[in-house]
């Protein structure tokens, strides 16, 4: 290889050393073939003598017959060569191309023309600290100018360079250099990236790509010539870039090689971390300290974001693949729901309400768009509704998982703020994702224990409630019954899942009498043991309806409170409260079971309506007159009010 190195030949270890120190510059360059885009990194390539030799004598050569540039050495088959030979294999959108200076190591990442720009951008930029878009002399700002500053302004790239290409062209005039970059400034005025800078260049003669143009003396900054873009690129200053603010460890696995060692092994996506730190697990939120930093290496003092690294803390807490670990005062939001950008990479359409897998650092979950709010038109940046994406599509929309997680702002942590969407069934990429700020958020950690609805729903299975819903073809849901006894409560529960099960519905019916003898005959008929009993009943229901079930519940239930205890462990509308008011006078008079004349006689206790207190529901979903109609009346009444 014709590097500018000697080293390479004299000392290859020496030159490999000298290559570990130096920092990284990941970039991405956006334009067209058209716009000089192939010329351009051939051109950094070749002037950064990253070109093997057998390579430069194969382009000089098909230059003179293939070539668009005379007796110059065309640059663009370089790339152009690359390209199709990348186009043979499998088909990978975009092209990492390496080379190096004294000052730097690069990485460009290279997205191929104009088709399917928005995908195969977004999959360049997502690691690019900086982007260089190309503009032709000629042409100015184009609306593909506009498009590549958007994209990766969205994908928080905060060094845009506005490289204005083929200055050779337009007699290297300082006038209509001006004119473009007052043009832009327009697009500028509506970016987030704080640094934006011009470059006149020309990839094909070589004016400002390595060596300062003698033809555009004219070009300077701070009264001095240049600089020439690669000047810039192993100049911009992308250290400040990192968050260093917040700690960020995303747990990749949970390293036990033996009963002695427990390691968690990760990516630090933010901070710097040191042994001694508090860190705080989430969404556990048990806190602990760092004990030490192990590498391959031996135990580091400190590590920076983008270093691997394992953790051991000084408590044995339970910490699994993707919880993170944050520093103990980070405030992070646990949520169900976030408000994202999104890129949609694939050809069948993005359809809100369908499940999907989402990837969020190291964690997976289950979720599905549930709104989206506008889609963005990339060429005139301007907001419209959208009731699917299709591929390239960019939109805000409004994102529920199955499971709370930590939500980061990806602007302040790109590492922990971006997704991947996943399609479930082909386990094919089908879009990502920036987190913009949670939707709702979860209480705090310290009082989240005592939430029971957050400790029973949200369990970390695969197969999810949704997921059992679409097979069984319905949704899960509780229908409880409530009154006296001898009101009717069993046997309209028994008539109504009768009745579900000929229309093909799934469901589990729970009456007191048997549940009685199994799960809860440990219990009696005093206060504590029904709200015991109520209490058991009401998770039982919730499992089932999680199962996908139509769970029916015949309880007398009498107190109110353990009611809505039970209410509170479903979605709002997935309890529908059946009060089953026939007056005691009635139930007495049926007594099927002789209970009342007992109760009456004294020989049993706490009998309800009797000696033990039964509160009827203010605002039961259903209300059945069991006194004044019929058992068929009653069932057609509740009949559509349950399905
Ligand atoms: N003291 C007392 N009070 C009320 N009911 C009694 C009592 N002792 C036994 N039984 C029989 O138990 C059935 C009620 O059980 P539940 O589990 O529904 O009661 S509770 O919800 O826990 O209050 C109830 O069934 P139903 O008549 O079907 O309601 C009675 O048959
Ligand atoms: N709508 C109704 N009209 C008349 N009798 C009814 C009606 N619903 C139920 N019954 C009768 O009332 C008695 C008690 O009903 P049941 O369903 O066992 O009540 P619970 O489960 O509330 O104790 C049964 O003999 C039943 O046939």
């Not at 260049?201 to 300062?212: I, M, R, W």
């Not at 994102?399 to 702002?409: G, H, I, K, M």
């Not at 009401?538 to 009611?563: H, K, N, Q, W, Y």
């Amino acid at each position: 290889m014709a590097h500018a190195s000697d080293l390479i030949s004299d000392d290859i270890e020496a030159y490999l050393k000298e290559h570990e120190r130096k920092d990284l510059l990941r970039f991405i360059t956006c334009g067209s073939v058209d716009d000089g885009k192939s010329t351009l990194i051939g051109r950094l390539l070749h002037d950064s003598k990253m070109i093997y030799e057998d390579q430069l004598a194969a382009i000089t050569q098909a230059s003179k017959t293939a070539g668009t540039t005379g007796d110059e050495v065309d640059l663009a088959l370089l790339v152009d060569g690359l390209q199709s030979e990348r186009e043979q294999g499998i088909t990978i959108d975009v092209a990492y191309r390496f080379f190096s200076t004294d000052r730097r190591k690069f990485i460009i990442a290279d997205t191929p023309g104009h088709e399917q720009y928005t995908r195969n951008m977004a999959t360049g930029a997502s690691t690019a600290s900086l982007a260089v878009i190309l503009v032709d002399a000629r042409h100015g700002v184009q609306t593909q100018t506009r498009r590549h500053s958007f994209i990766a302004d969205l994908l928080g790239i905060q060094h845009l360079v506005v490289a204005i290409n083929k200055m050779d062209l337009v007699d290297y005039s300082q006038e209509r250099y001006e004119e473009i970059v007052a043009e832009y400034q327009e697009i500028a005025g509506k970016l987030n990236a704080p640094d934006i800078r011009f470059v006149p260049l020309s990839a094909l003669k070589g004016d400002n790509v390595v060596n300062p143009s003698e033809a555009m003396d004219w070009y300077r900054v701070d009264g001095k010539q240049g600089p020439a873009l690669l000047e810039l690129l192993e100049t911009v200053e992308i250290t400040h870039d990192q968050n260093l603010r917040d700690l960020r460890l995303p747990v990749q696995y949970v390293n036990r090689p033996n009963l002695d060692f427990r390691g968690y092994a990760g990516t630090l996506a933010a901070g710097v971390m040191s042994p001694g730190q508090k860190v705080r697990a989430l969404p556990s939120g048990k806190v602990s300290t760092v004990e030490r930093l192990v590498t391959w290496d031996g135990d580091l003092e400190a590590a920076y974001p983008g270093d691997a690294i394992t953790v051991t803390l000084e408590d044995e807490i339970d910490i699994s693949r993707g919880d993170w670990l944050v520093a103990e005062n980070d405030e992070v939001p646990l949520a169900t729901s976030f408000e994202a950008d999104i890129v949609w990479m694939h050809e069948t359409a993005l359809e809100p309400g369908k499940l999907y897998d989402i990837k969020l650092a190291t964690r997976d979950v289950a979720g599905k768009v549930a709104a989206i709010d506008y889609q963005v038109d990339v060429n005139t940046l301007e907001h419209r509704h959208a009731d699917h994406l299709d591929l390239n599509a960019i939109a805000r929309c409004a994102l529920e998982l199955t499971a709370p997680v930590p939500v980061d702002d990806y602007r302040t942590s790109p590492g922990t703020g971006s997704f991947i969407i996943i399609d479930r069934l082909t386990n094919i990429t089908v879009g990502a994702g920036m987190i913009h700020r949670p939707l709702e958020s979860e209480l705090p950690y310290e009082f989240r224990e005592h939430d029971s609805k957050a400790s029973v729903v949200w369990n970390r299975t695969s197969v999810t409630q949704a997921m059992r819903e679409q097979l069984n073809g319905h949704a899960g849901k509780c229908v409880w019954f409530t009154g006296l006894s001898g009101s009717g409560k069993s046997s309209l529960a028994n008539a109504l899942e009768v009745e579900l099960n000929r229309r093909g519905y799934h469901t589990m019916l729970l009456d007191g009498d048997n549940i009685r003898h199994g799960l809860c005959k440990d219990l009696g008929m005093g206060e504590a043991d029904r709200t015991e009993n109520i209490r058991r009943v009401g998770e039982v229901a919730r499992l089932f309806a999680e199962a996908g079930i139509i769970v029916i519940t015949a309880f007398i239930s009498p107190f109110r409170a353990d009611r809505d205890a039970a209410r509170a462990l479903f979605d709002e509308g997935d309890f529908i409260e059946v009060h089953v008011d026939t007056p005691l006078d009635i139930c007495e008079q049926r007594d099927p079971k002789g209970l009342y004349q007992k109760a009456r006689e004294g020989r049993i206790a706490d009998f309800t309506g009797i000696s033990s207190p039964y509160e009827a529901p203010p605002q039961a979903e259903v209300t059945l007159k069991g006194a004044e109609h019929g058992q068929q009346e009653l069932l057609a009444q509740l009949i559509k009010r349950v399905i």
